[in-house]
């Protein structure tokens, strides 16, 4: 499994069963040539995780504004629990 920024392992679960329209507060963590990586926070702040945001799911003005620890609001495309993995989107 993937590791989080930090080296702690994430779990991605308490994500599972995320409403589509639910906002997350995230930063931004690391860059790759497909997207960032966002540690996202659990609504009730108790759990947080690392995503990916691939580049087709910035919002219009992202790219001009993105910097490693910007604060950024997500939603939750999907979760594979098996991969321990996050997939994730800046769009309405």
Known sequence: PRKKSQGRLRDVSSFVGASPDEWFEGEVTGFTAF????????TDGADSCEGLLYVR????????????????????LGVDVQANSLKLTMKA
Do not use: C, L, Q
């Open 35 to 42: 997207g960032v990586y966002v540690e996202v926070t659990s």
């Open 57 to 76: 799911e910035f919002s219009d003005d992202f790219v001009e504004t993105a910097i490693r620890g910007s604060k950024v609001k997500v939603r939750v």
